[in-house]
């Protein structure tokens, strides 16, 4: 017979960053929480592994992009994260790449750029007007139902806190705004420079994650929601795990549990009301308030379809998360070699994305479930001055776009053309690159789904597009992180506003349901 | 001998909008004048013989969205308008089967249950979506779009009243209005039907005129652009204007004419005069010059501004963006005389589907895959097309027993790439042929005798088009209708309410709101501006409200 445990305020299922948030929000604030997580390692799509004897490599995420400042202030992550800024190089075929540092755009070589100004207004604008919906991800989607209550009026007064500081953008830039938040880069890019290095990684930049090309309407306001925090991404010391190395010590510290290999097949419901979770062994954990940091048409399927109006469970079931993401980890026996780029600048970011066109070209064929001709890639060198690895390199690259609804299915030959792929693209700019390789690791989306549970293996689990944003994310009528069945709430990136490794979602769940009440 | 005369106003190009904006300003009492550098008045939406005893719509060719308000206020059926509704339509497979469009509503339940009968309740539940929001945006179309960086009155009050109508529908139903606005038709579609037949059948109406394909977000929202018309009232109905197409033109010329209105075909444009930042007439290609203090200019803004002002006297951002205005070339027409009905063998014989449109769409990636030979610079391979046959419900437009085909062909690029080398120049005959020849290669799958009835083939290719009637890259939106170019971004910041920098200049057409589609509501929207800055507010038009 099953076995009833210890009773908790609250339980955690997944142990990916928001999870693990969610946990140290609620444990900040005396709650007792138990985080349950189905793999042996803590992280989700943020963490480390081994990837050789002793060398670590980012499973998943390797840059820090929206990192939010706001929530590592509240719990205290700031001391504990060594991170900076890092210059980006924009591949080009003729070997003249372009490096961004320090926000300057210019060729690699230092020479002066012809689109330099152009580059420069762009990334202000997309800056600017990220900044201004930066506060939106802080809070749940506003609630109108209130209508015009006093509660409403709440409601009301932060939307209108947004129009107000539009306006005070002046007419010109709020017009700019007006225009181009629903856009797309491709026409954005294209209007102000010849199409080549630096629209193409204006382009790369805005669709990362994303089922959509450069010239799809919607990726301007992808690449607001990504540069919020600034355009040049961040690289932490140690990897993407060590945010989430240093939000486990800060859940820790505070009483967190974290059960790793326990996997969540059910929740127990009573009277309509979550009472806890059965694992898949059959042990019992009960509590008074569930959170899961699934994706939410697995989260409505934990808690059982027959608890959600059919309404609810068609809209579940109809949220878009179409990964065309995968991830190649290899391990390089030398440093590798880039023609053009010098040794200070090899720890930067890399993106192979020629052109808006050649980016558009590769989500062309992926739409339709076929591989690219040729991939958008993104790779960093990590731990390339990292003594304690010296002798070994890695190359940790993320490859766009590999549909998870590949024609014929994920199997072993097509992981192996998607190896092949990224190392014919990746060696048409790192000469010595074969040769050199002596192990790797190719994580497709469909691996990445069965391994961390988001749907699709798609990183925001759920499309961010303007159909499922704010109040309809992850669909209408669920936006505040409640999920159905009363002490049951979604904290993961499939809530709003979405993943990347900034923990908003998983502090805003928390917060809302201290808000609700249904801890008391 | 050059002419010079003196005119309240005058309206540069007779199509629908520029001759309703004409009417409306006549009817208020001003001085109109007309030009027209085409010999018949009608811009795109006009009739012509093509060929000996055949009257086409050549270039515009079915009516829905023009305004009820506006067919009363100027009192069209007088001056001949009658628009006779069709019934069904049919999208065929090539491979022997069919899904029809039927106005009954039950008819079209039967008819999609033979092709899935989930879809028949998702097809209630699709359809009263819709309808909600063409309910919701009908009122929208004869009212200005408020700038929402203003702070006068009546752009407030414009603004008021879209929170009122959204704070009415409640904010579930205005989370169903964003999803639906900013949504790909083809995601729209996966949402509510399984079979892929049914999706391609409704997938044409998100996509027609636009260079966007059916999984680009935004598309979902044109399908309001074919559903939120109506005839007589029935919404999201279609009908035939009887005469073919010009006899809207022709009504409204006759309107503009008994309102005391001139005007003057084969007259071109030279230049608009400009003085001091003020408009004070036109001068035209002949040398004639006619004075007004206000100019209302029919050409989209490309042509207008780019064309016919000259940037010099214009402030640099504005031209910026009538630069960036994407008037993107994406379709093009076949008007084939035929000397007999042709066969159909995959439908019933004489069906009510005869008498509505056609189309070959297999599914929601052929017509995706149709986009991206376009993205490309090539006409699709396999392209989406609209067919209509005309004289089966107008028999009038044919010698009798001879028949007429108006084919809408999508994609086809404006700058045809031949060789890498993108220009509107490559379209020449020979390759004109060839986009006719694969035209006619998917026609023949649902009609197999095809070839063999034409008498004569009209090939309109998008530059084609921009050299008869005027349309830049011979789009028939007069602009894309994505979010960055609707409402106040139409045609563009700070200028959507009809103005332009220049005083006494106005923009009248399609490339302002709301968007083309022979509605005229841009043409009386404009009227109502103009004729509110002359204090002539008792004679403007009528501005809509919640009408259900």
């Known amino acids: 017979m099953a076995q009833s445990e210890k009773r908790y305020d609250v339980i955690v299922i997944g142990a990916g960053h928001n999870g693990l948030v969610s946990a140290a929000t609620l444990a900040k604030l005396g709650k007792r929480v138990c985080v349950l997580e189905k793999e042996n390692e803590i992280g989700g799509m943020a963490r480390n592994y081994e990837i050789a004897d002793g060398l670590q490599a980012p499973r998943i995420a ?9 929530v590592a202030r509240e719990l205290g992550l700031a001391e504990k994260i060594d991170k900076a800024p890092i210059s980006t190089i924009a591949l080009s075929d003729d070997g003249r790449h372009i490096e961004i540092a320090n926000g300057a755009l210019r060729y ?9 100004a152009a580059y420069a207004e762009i990334r202000r604008k997309i800056e600017k007007f990220g900044k201004l919906l930066a506060p939106l991800a802080l809070r749940s989607p506003p609630d109108l139902s209130e209508g015009l209550s006093l509660a409403g009026a709440g409601e009301a007064a932060a939307i209108a806190k947004l129009g107000l500081e539009l306006k005070m953008f002046g007419k010109k830039d709020m017009r700019e705004f007006l225009r181009i938040v629903l856009s797309n880069i491709y026409d954005l890019a294209l209007d102000e420079m010849p199409d080549g290095e630096v629209a193409g990684l204006l382009a790369a930049d805005a669709v990362w994650g994303a089922w959509a090309g450069p010239r799809s309407p919607g990726t301007v306001f992808l690449l607001m929601y990504r540069y919020a925090y600034g355009a040049d991404p961040s690289l932490p010391k140690r990897g993407a795990g060590a945010v989430v190395d240093a939000i486990v010590d ?28 059965v694992l898949e062994g059959g042990s019992e954990i009960s509590a008074k308030v569930v959170m899961s940091s699934l994706g939410a048409f697995p989260s409505m399927k934990m808690a059982g379809p027959q608890h959600y109006d059919v309404e609810t469970v068609r809209r579940l079931r109809n ?8 991830k190649v980890n290899l391990v390089l026996r030398q440093e590798p070699k880039i023609g053009g780029v010098s040794l200070a600048q090899i720890a930067g970011r890399f993106v192979i994305a020629p052109s808006a066109k050649y980016v558009e ?9 076929e591989f690219p001709g040729a991939p958008v890639i993104e790779f960093v060198m990590p731990m390339v001055s990292d003594a304690a690895q010296r ?10 776009y590999i549909p998870y609804h590949l024609k014929g299915g994920w199997d072993d030959a097509a992981r192996d053309r998607l190896t092949a792929l990224t190392i014919d693209t990746l060696s048409q700019y790192i000469p010595e690159l074969r040769e050199n390789i002596a192990h790797v690791d190719a994580l497709s989306p469909a691996f990445i789904e069965r391994e961390t549970g988001a749907p699709g293996g798609h990183w925001h689990h759920g499309e961010l597009s303007t159909d499922q944003l704010l109040t309809v994310r992850p669909v209408n009528g669920m936006s505040r992180y409640a999920f159905g069945v009363r002490g049951y709430y979604l904290c993961g990136a499939g809530a709003h506003p979405g993943g990347g490794v900034s923990g908003a979602a998983g502090r805003n769940s928390a917060l809302q349901l201290l808000k609700d009440g249904v801890l008391s | 001998m050059t002419k010079c005369d003196s005119y309240d106003a005058i309206v540069v190009g007779a199509g629908h909008n520029g001759l309703t904006t004409a009417c409306y300003l006549a009817k208020a009492g001003l001085k109109t004048l007309v030009i027209e550098k085409n010999e018949q008045i009608g811009g795109a939406a006009v009739s012509t013989e093509l060929y000996d005893g055949w009257i086409y719509s050549n270039c515009s060719y079915v009516c829905s969205l023009l305004r009820q308000e506006i067919i009363r206020d100027l009192e069209l059926p007088r001056f001949g308008l009658q628009v006779v509704p069709f019934r069904g339509g049919v999208n065929l497979d090539g491979k022997g089967n069919y899904i029809g469009a039927y106005p009954d509503h039950y008819v079209m339940r039967r008819e999609i249950a033979r092709h899935s009968p989930i879809d028949v309740d998702a097809y209630d539940r699709y359809y009263q979506l819709v309808m909600r929001q063409c309910r919701f945006i009908r009122p929208f179309l004869l009212r200005p779009a408020p700038d929402p960086t203003s702070m006068k009155p009546r752009d407030i009050g414009e603004l008021i009243y879209l929170v009122k109508r959204m704070y009415d529908i409640g904010p579930r139903e205005v989370g169903e209005m964003i999803r639906f606005w900013t949504m790909s038709i083809g995601d729209f579609l996966d949402e509510f039907f399984e079979s892929e037949f049914v999706k391609a059948k409704f997938a044409g109406s998100g996509i027609i005129g636009t260079g966007l394909g059916v999984y680009s977000p935004g598309t979902a929202y044109v399908l309001l652009h074919h559903y939120m018309g109506d005839v007589d009232g029935s919404l999201g109905a279609w009908g035939f204007a009887r005469g073919a197409m010009g006899a809207i033109s022709k009504a409204l010329g006759a309107a503009l004419e008994e309102a005391g209105g001139e005007i003057r075909t084969d007259a071109g444009l030279g230049e608009f005069v400009i003085r001091n930042g003020k408009v004070t007439g036109v001068a035209l290609e002949n040398g004639d010059e006619y004075r007004a203090p206000i100019v209302a200019s029919n050409m989209d803004v490309k042509r207008t501004i780019l064309h016919h002002v000259g940037r010099d006297k214009l402030p640099g951002d504005y031209v910026k963006a009538v630069e960036r205005f994407k008037i993107r070339g994406s379709s093009g027409k076949l008007n084939i005389a035929l000397d007999a009905m042709p066969r159909f063998p995959d439908l019933p014989e004489n069906g009510e589907i005869f008498q509505g449109d056609f189309a070959c769409n297999t599914s929601l990636e052929m017509l995706e895959r149709a986009y991206d030979d376009w993205k490309e610079g090539y006409w699709s391979s396999g392209p989406y097309f609209d067919m209509l046959i005309p004289t089966k419900i107008d028999p009038t437009l044919a010698p009798p027993g001879k028949h007429m085909m108006s084919v809408f062909v999508q994609y086809a690029p404006y700058d045809l790439n031949v060789g890498g080398v993108r220009s509107p120049n490559n379209w020449t005959d020979e390759k004109r042929d060839a986009f006719a020849e694969c035209v006619f290669d998917r026609l023949s799958l649902v009609c197999p005798d095809i070839r063999e009835r034409v008498l004569h083939a009209e090939v309109r290719s998008p530059a084609d088009i921009e050299r008869e009637v005027g349309l830049t890259e011979g789009n028939i939106f007069q602009g894309e209708l994505t979010f960055d170019q609707l409402l106040f971004n139409r045609p563009a910041p700070g200028y959507a ?3 332009t920098p220049i005083e006494g200049l106005y923009i009248v057409g399609s490339s302002t709101h709301p968007g083309g589609g022979v509605m005229a509501a841009p043409g009386a929207n404009a009227a109502r501006e103009i004729l509110r800055k002359l204090g002539k507010t008792t004679a403007m038009p009528t501005v809509a409200d919640d009408e259900f």
């Open chain 1, 62 to 70: 390797h840059l820090l992009y929206n990192y939010n400042p706001v």
């Open chain 1, 108 to 116: 690699a070589d230092g020479a002066e750029h012809p689109d330099a």
């Open chain 1, 250 to 277: 800060v859940a820790r510290s505070r009483g967190v549990e974290i059960r790793t290999g326990a996997a969540v097949s059910r929740l127990n419901i009573k009277n309509d009301a979550v009472t806890g979770v």
């Open chain 1, 319 to 326: 949220v878009r998360a179409k990964g065309m993401t995968a």
């Open chain 1, 361 to 369: 070209r590769a989500f062309s064929k992926a739409k339709y479930g």
């Open chain 1, 391 to 400: 002798g070994r390199y890695l190359l940790s690259a993320i490859v766009q």
């Open chain 2, 497 to 499: 309410q009809y103005n």
